[in-house]
């Protein structure tokens, strides 16, 4: 046999191979057509299994579509199984077609099923997700089974990014002027009406949905978005607000709203050497603008500060958690008056954080790095933990008896795997908890005087804010947002994770219909302050269903949509900037990108050539769903007058064919001796000569390098 020729038709390639076959004693030229692999280094091979969703001791047949080759050798593996070999079975539309049957001996949850081998035209790779089960029924084709049913199955992704509104980047007076601002980040807000509401930092904010900046999605830019509701004094938007310092306090932590009596509650834990404590304010009609700026009702101050807060699903108990160790519980009365009903030291915790509620039991967290503990420890209340060894130097988790308000009782502890800091009550008796660097770790909490850690599942960043609704789970990763299936107890499934484009449109590479860069500047998507939940009941647009979801940035408030039964690869980057050094002497330099699938379909990514980048190895990288992976591109002509400024990823994710990284090329570097850059930054306390200054100010470097004495930089992060 022998290839005749090559036909091209749009983006997909055609291959017609000429075969002898023999007929009737005669060998007769026929012509079949092979459709060509994606890819110029690989053959992609796409793969069906039946059925979809299983339970473990069953078997599900396999099928393996095989491009541009006309005979091959071929396995697949269910998770880390062993290898089945294939069988081939025909040939259909141009595709080889091999089968087998694989047994399933593998955890419930999501299982990556991996096919390898070689054929006549490359190396041939093909990944599939199979669900497995104990409860889940089988659904039929079309469909797949997510958030506890049966879902249309679609092409597109689960997270889309609608609307955008940007808080606190230039305000009036900006930070030394005379309306002077400290921080106004959004940290945590809700939908109420026509607006979202919620805690902006140094004030609680209500903005009109009308004036959000609606877009499609934010990986692609739409030429027909409105961007005119930017404030022209402050390129912000229109918000209608109430400064925290009319209650005596300056930032605020948590937002919580009572939605039958309008009454919002927030938590400060001080700072800038002020006091923290609770506030509550009587939010005005939502239905249209204008509105009137929410009313403040009762303050509570208190020098330890408080952090996060739960309300009792009828709004009437405020559960806070008070620094350094306490859960602290208030009736709050209709005309939003807080009485303290009790003030609960936590034992073995070290700092409250988070707090949800579920019944008559309150959970908390304490992200404190405690000392190891024995095998064998006595809990609160002398519940003995022998189901763990307490070895961990991280962070716990508490489980509090509240069915007596005026008299709480703990119950039990655990460790966790990280910093624990935002958790919610999942269904099954399941608490999922953010564990910082560590991801989300599940618990079981069918015995409340023992959570039981069932399941870590980690994550590119740091988790600090989970948050639960419509079957869904929904993380804050620092610069992504991952949405997990969480309707089986104890397992969590990754349908999508997006980064929005985000690092993309910090640098300036999407461009606005004004010629702009679609967002100002930034450096995250998703902190997790306390700003990530799906809204059961939530609309962000009229015209686009009832299941929405927020996130807030430093600068940012995001709202979304969650689209169930979604299918499509997600490509994610892990470096969105690269930075290399130019100039004389370094012509050439060879760099590596992370990137991640957090699809539920195989993503291939390669490197797009250009005059001065091309791909290192010229292979495509190729990834399963929830894989991650490295490529690398070299870059040449960095000594030259116009070094490249991008690379550009081509892939198969059907929103962002193609993705950029930016490139930094620095040609000068700083020297010892050389004078170093002037900066200023703010100061909490200013401390000279034993005695220290609490007043808010900002120190410029020069003016301490004048003094003669040295100027030492410590970084942390607090969020």
Same mark, same amino acid.
Request: negative net charge; glycine residues 12%; contains cysteine.
């Given at each position: 046999?022998?290839?005749?020729?090559?036909?091209? +038709?749009?983006?997909? =390639?055609?291959?017609?191979?000429?075969?002898?076959?023999?007929?009737?004693?005669?060998?007769?030229?026929?012509?079949?057509?092979?459709?060509?692999?994606?890819?110029?280094?690989?053959? $992609?091979?796409?793969?069906?299994?039946?059925?979809?969703?299983?339970?473990?001791?069953?078997?599900?047949?396999?099928?393996?579509?095989?491009?541009?080759?006309?005979?091959?050798?071929?396995?697949?593996?269910?998770?880390?199984?062993?290898?089945?070999?294939?069988?081939?079975?025909?040939?259909?539309?141009?595709?080889?077609?091999?089968?087998?049957?694989?047994?399933?001996?593998?955890?419930?949850?999501?299982?990556?099923?991996?096919?390898?081998?070689?054929?006549?035209?490359?190396?041939?790779?093909?990944?599939?997700?199979?669900?497995?089960?104990?409860?889940?029924?089988?659904?039929?084709?079309?469909?797949? /089974?997510?958030?506890?049913?049966?879902?249309?199955?679609?092409?597109?992704?689960?997270?889309?990014? $609608?609307?955008?509104?940007?808080?606190?980047?230039?305000?009036?007076?900006? /930070?030394?002027?005379?309306?002077?601002?400290?921080?106004?980040?959004?940290?945590?807000?809700?939908?109420?009406?026509?607006?979202?509401?919620?805690?902006?930092?140094?004030? !609680?904010?209500?903005? =009109?949905?009308?004036?959000?900046?609606?877009?499609?999605?934010?990986?692609?830019?739409?030429?027909?978005?409105?961007?005119?509701?930017?404030?022209?004094?402050?390129?912000?938007?229109?918000?209608?607000?109430?400064?925290?310092?009319?209650?005596?306090?300056?930032?605020?932590?948590?937002?919580?709203?009572?939605?039958?009596?309008?009454?919002?509650?927030?938590?400060?834990?001080?700072?800038?050497?002020?006091?923290?404590?609770?506030?509550?304010?009587?939010?005005?009609?939502?239905?249209?603008?204008?509105?009137?700026?929410?009313?403040?009702?009762?303050?509570?101050?208190?020098?330890?500060?408080?952090?996060?807060?739960?309300?009792?699903?009828?709004?009437?108990?405020?559960?806070?958690?008070?620094?350094?160790?306490?859960?602290?519980?208030?009736?709050?009365?209709?005309?939003?008056?807080?009485?303290?009903?009790s003030d609960y030291v936590v034992p073995a915790?070290?700092?409250?954080?988070?707090?949800?509620?579920?019944?008559?039991?309150?959970?908390?967290?304490?992200?404190?790095?405690?000392?190891?503990?024995?095998?064998?420890?006595?809990?609160?209340?002398?519940?003995?933990?022998?189901?763990?060894?307490?070895?961990?130097?991280?962070?716990?988790?508490?489980?509090?008896?509240?069915?007596?308000?005026?008299?709480?009782?703990?119950?039990?502890?655990?460790?966790?795997?990280?910093?624990?800091?935002?958790?919610?009550?999942?269904? +099954?008796?399941?608490?999922?908890?953010?564990?910082?660097?560590?991801?989300?770790?599940?618990?079981?909490?069918?015995?409340?005087?023992?959570?039981?850690?069932?399941?870590?599942?980690?994550?590119?960043?740091t988790v600090n804010e989970v948050g639960f609704?419509?079957?869904?789970?929904?993380?804050?990763?620092?610069?992504?947002?991952?949405?997990?299936?969480?309707?089986?107890?104890?397992?969590?499934?990754?349908?999508?994770?997006?980064?929005?484009?985000?690092?993309?449109?910090?640098?300036?590479?999407?461009?606005?219909?004004?010629?702009?860069?679609?967002?100002?500047?930034?450096?995250?998507?998703? $902190?997790?302050?306390?700003?990530?939940?799906?809204?059961?009941?939530?609309?962000?647009?009229?015209?686009?269903?009832?299941?929405?979801?927020?996130?807030?940035?430093?600068?940012?408030?995001?709202?979304?949509?969650?689209?169930?039964?979604?299918?499509?690869?997600?490509?994610?980057?892990?470096?969105?900037?690269?930075?290399?050094?130019?100039?004389?002497?370094?012509?050439?330099?060879?760099?590596?990108?992370?990137?991640?699938?957090?699809?539920?379909?195989?993503?291939?990514?390669?490197?797009?050539?250009?005059?001065?980048?091309?791909?290192?190895?010229?292979?495509?990288?190729?990834?399963?769903?929830?894989?991650?992976?490295? !490529?690398?591109?070299?870059?040449?002509?960095?000594?030259?007058?116009?070094?490249?400024?991008?690379?550009?990823?081509?892939?198969?994710?059907?929103?962002?064919?193609?993705?950029?990284?930016?490139?930094?090329?620095?040609?000068?570097?700083?020297?010892?001796?050389?004078?170093?850059?002037?900066?200023?930054?703010?100061?909490v306390n200013y401390c000279d000569e034993g005695?220290?200054?609490?007043?808010?100010?900002?120190?410029?470097?020069?003016?301490?390098?004048?003094?003669?004495?040295?100027?030492?930089?410590?970084?942390?992060?607090?969020?």
């Amino acid at each position: 046999m022998r290839i005749s020729k090559l036909h091209t +038709n749009g983006v997909r =390639w055609k291959a017609v191979l000429l075969a002898s076959v023999l007929t009737a004693g005669s060998c007769v030229e026929t012509e079949v057509e092979l459709v060509a692999s994606p890819l110029p280094d690989r053959v $992609l091979a796409a793969i069906s299994v039946s059925p979809t969703t299983v339970q473990p001791g069953q078997s599900v047949a396999v099928e393996l579509q095989v491009p541009a080759a006309s005979s091959a050798s071929l396995s697949a593996s269910l998770g880390s199984g062993p290898a089945t070999v294939l069988t081939h079975s025909g040939r259909r539309n141009g595709y080889l077609i091999y089968s087998g049957t694989l047994r399933v001996d593998t955890p419930v949850g999501d299982q990556l099923l991996t096919v390898t081998g070689t054929s006549d035209a490359g190396a041939v790779i093909g990944y599939a997700i199979l669900h497995v089960s104990d409860v889940a029924p089988g659904c039929p084709d079309g469909t797949v /089974y997510e958030a506890g049913s049966c879902q249309s199955k679609g092409s597109g992704h689960a997270l889309t990014v $609608l609307g955008i509104a940007t808080v606190g980047i230039g305000h009036t007076g900006g /930070y030394e002027g005379p309306e002077k601002r400290n921080m106004m980040h959004p940290r945590e807000v809700t939908i109420l009406g026509s607006a979202t509401v919620g805690c902006h930092t140094d004030h !609680i904010g209500m903005i =009109w949905l009308g004036d959000y900046e609606w877009v499609q999605d934010l990986q692609n830019v739409d030429p027909n978005a409105d961007y005119s509701e930017l404030d022209e004094d402050d390129e912000t938007t229109p918000v209608t607000e109430a400064l925290l310092t009319e209650a005596g306090l300056l930032h605020c932590e948590t937002f919580k709203l009572d939605r039958d009596r309008r009454i919002g509650v927030i938590s400060a834990r001080g700072t800038f050497g002020q006091d923290g404590g609770l506030a509550t304010w009587r939010i005005p009609q939502t239905d249209s603008p204008p509105y009137d700026p929410p009313e403040l009702l009762d303050t509570v101050i208190d020098s330890g500060g408080f952090e996060g807060i739960a309300l009792s699903p009828d709004g009437l108990t405020l559960y806070a958690a008070r620094k350094p160790n306490r859960l602290s519980i208030w009736a709050i009365a209709d005309d939003g008056t807080l009485q303290l009903q009790s003030d609960y030291v936590v034992p073995a915790m070290g700092s409250a954080w988070g707090v949800t509620v579920s019944g008559s039991t309150v959970f908390m967290t304490d992200p404190t790095q405690h000392a190891p503990t024995p095998v064998v420890s006595e809990g609160p209340g002398g519940t003995a933990h022998y189901r763990h060894a307490h070895d961990s130097a991280t962070g716990r988790v508490f489980s509090i008896d509240v069915s007596d308000p005026t008299n709480p009782r703990a119950l039990g502890w655990n460790d966790t795997a990280g910093a624990a800091k935002g958790l919610t009550v999942l269904p +099954n008796n399941t608490l999922a908890v953010a564990v910082g660097a560590s991801g989300v770790q599940l618990f079981d909490i069918s015995n409340l005087s023992e959570p039981i850690g069932v399941g870590l599942y980690r994550t590119p960043s740091t988790v600090n804010e989970v948050g639960f609704g419509n079957g869904y789970l929904v993380a804050a990763d620092w610069d992504s947002v991952r949405l997990y299936d969480a309707s089986e107890k104890g397992v969590l499934r990754l349908l999508d994770a997006s980064d929005a484009g985000l690092h993309s449109e910090l640098l300036g590479r999407e461009i606005g219909p004004d010629g702009l860069p679609l967002l100002p500047p930034s450096g995250s998507l998703a $902190l997790g302050w306390s700003g990530i939940q799906i809204e059961s009941g939530g609309v962000c647009d009229p015209t686009d269903g009832p299941c929405a979801f927020l996130a807030t940035d430093i600068d940012r408030i995001f709202l979304g949509r969650v689209s169930p039964g979604q299918v499509a690869p997600r490509i994610v980057l892990r470096d969105s900037r690269v930075s290399v050094r130019g100039g004389e002497g370094n012509p050439q330099q060879t760099v590596a990108i992370r990137v991640s699938n957090d699809g539920r379909q195989v993503l291939w990514v390669r490197v797009k050539p250009s005059e001065y980048v091309r791909g290192t190895s010229g292979e495509s990288l190729v990834l399963g769903p929830g894989q991650d992976g490295v !490529i690398e591109a070299t870059l040449s002509g960095l000594d030259g007058p116009d070094p490249p400024a991008q690379i550009v990823l081509q892939n198969n994710d059907p929103w962002t064919p193609e993705r950029t990284v930016n490139v930094l090329v620095t040609t000068v570097q700083y020297q010892q001796g050389d004078a170093a850059p002037s900066f200023s930054l703010p100061a909490v306390n200013y401390c000279d000569e034993g005695a220290c200054d609490f007043t808010p100010r900002c120190i410029q470097s020069e003016d301490v390098l004048k003094t003669g004495k040295p100027l030492f930089l410590a970084f942390f992060s607090s969020w």
